[in-house]
């Protein structure tokens, strides 16, 4: 099995290049090859059980994605995108990146005629303001961003495409990622992870909100096995209906606090500082606090099973066990 | 107000240019100037009130939505697609002219500058089954066919480009008219109309589905009044979800029937023959039967009054008074 990666350079695109390189198989097929292809050039997993091709370049550039083709990967993977404050603040380059790149994917994989599985992540930023406490798969989707109006294009793209039989496509929604590894970032939506990561790493973090603001999260080791399963699931169980919203931990930051606690201590706790900031308190109203996403939990994809969990997660995969 | 109609030589675009140069004002504003574009020539219309311009061209082809701005139009409408049966067959050409050619028109108003009023004819084909008896406004979006994914698609970009303060759009999407004026079609919803105007104009039409079947419908007199009243609406009272479904007027095809020979007699309702296809049987199985939109009727929208009134209307407006 040939894989493909588009966007490897990204921190779910390295994850799940690790793990697929380390597994060396995929549902009991072995992996023949792996590709990651990004806007900056992916590192290439160590100890990889199969050759691996990195590659760069522009996927929007026309003749790039058709490149990408070249070895007919029976899986793709196309994580890549421009970030929502990013397609926000330039509209033309969301655009571009975001839609035409994944339209330019596409008829690439249709002129290659071989009918690959395409797993593509999309994100909650499809559904925007007011909608119900918990959100059902057949609510409807008003993006209030280009982003989110940029994913759920490209989910209905990737339905359409699917039902001609040009290609087999899921669109999955993935929930925020928390604990995000890395160094701090000003997205409205970094607190979750910097209020986690910064105290486990010994450092102090900036909480912007109320404790009441609930909200909707996945560990980045959630996130590949939402990837993995997708790749892996029966689509002849799916129907037409390709894009699922994943299932994920809804908290309130006062619960992520105290799992925070539970899981490594007051000592720790104690370096989350109070500073409320009424422009993203504002931000943050606007986002989704609970789903309630029943075909993907009867499709078999897995959430984490609790936020402790996804605090251990961080711990042990990012913290090598240990909590400054 | 200089006002555009693309897609002018289309049935609905032919008729709201009459009654617009018939008015010869909207929303109690002088109508300066008539534009009516479309791949055939449009007919102008009959002793309008104001200078009326007649273009070809296609839509698609780079530059040509540039030049439809030249007279900064205040309002447009857009009508111009082509239609599901076409776009379901040839893959390419629906992406081009009901994508491509709406996106690039959105990109010329935005270029243009001046945030004029679009309104966008979309369809009750945004919609595909499983679906409940009566699809409420917070229902998803699932289409099932490549024009349903197009009109949907081209919803979201107008959402988009509205709430970036590049037009002021608003999608409102049709029910199936009824009676449509003109020769028997092949399209699998033909019958709907076929079974009232042939029979009114003393020809024979074959109904091909059970009395059973339900569906959704409005006059062409009723979906000029929504295009006019979407041009005309307050859009401070509308917010970002710019999408509309439209009232209209739940029937099955036995009340249809029952509603002709009411109006025309049983003479008439007499030329009915019922020869059932399976074929038809099953795609009509899949479309919507009843909607409840709520807000299209909060904003103003009005549906025929009853399914009489429909058969009435078509007298009036096609037949001259007079049943044969």
């Known amino acids: 099995m040939n894989i493909l990666i588009i966007g490897g350079a990204g921190m ?18 072995p992996i023949s090859s792996l590709s990651l292809y990004d806007v900056v050039p992916p590192a290439a997993p160590a100890a990889a059980k199969m ?3 990195v590659m760069t370049g522009d996927l929007p550039t026309p003749g790039e994605a058709g490149k990408l083709m070249a070895d007919r990967p029976d899986l793709i993977f196309h994580l890549a995108a421009i970030v929502s404050g990013e397609a926000e603040l330039d509209f033309d380059k969301g655009y571009r990146i975001n839609l035409d790149g994944t339209r330019l994917l596409l008829e690439a994989i249709r ?12 994100s909650i930023a499809v559904f925007g303001a007011p909608f119900p406490e918990a959100i059902e798969d057949e609510f409807f989707n008003t993006p209030l961003t280009s982003y989110g109006t940029q994913k ?8 359409d495409y699917t039902r001609k039989g040009f290609l087999d496509g899921l669109s999955i929604r993935l929930p925020t990622i928390c604990v995000r590894p890395g160094k701090p970032n000003k997205a409205a939506s970094g607190f979750f992870s910097n209020i986690m990561r910064e105290p486990l790493a ?9 404790e009441e603001v609930r909200h909707w999260h996945a560990s980045p080791r959630a996130a590949v096995g939402f990837l993995l399963h997708a790749a892996c699931l029966d689509t002849n169980t799916v129907g037409p209906r ?3 919203t994943m299932p994920g931990v809804s908290v309130t930051v006062g619960e992520q606090i105290a799992s925070l606690r539970k899981v490594a201590g007051e000592r720790v ?4 500082r109070r500073e409320p900031d009424p422009f993203i308190e504002r931000v943050v109203a606007g986002w989704p606090r609970n789903f309630a996403p029943a075909r993907a939990l009867e499709l078999g994809f897995k959430a984490d099973a609790s936020f402790e969990d996804i605090i251990r997660i961080h711990i042990e ?7 400054a």
């Open 12 to 29: 779910i695109g390295a994850k799940l290049a690790q793990r697929l390189a380390r597994d060396g198989t995929l549902n009991g097929k």
């Open 51 to 53: 050759p691996v091709k």
């Open 111 to 122: 002129a290659a005629g071989h009918t690959p599985r395409l797993v593509f992540t999309s």
């Open 152 to 159: 759920t294009i490209c989910e209905l793209l990737i339905s």
């Open 202 to 210: 010994g450092e102090a973090a900036v909480l912007p909100v109320s």
């Open 242 to 244: 390709r894009a699922l």
């Open 269 to 272: 706790a104690a370096r989350i």
């Open 317 to 323: 995969d990012e913290l090598g066990g240990r909590v």
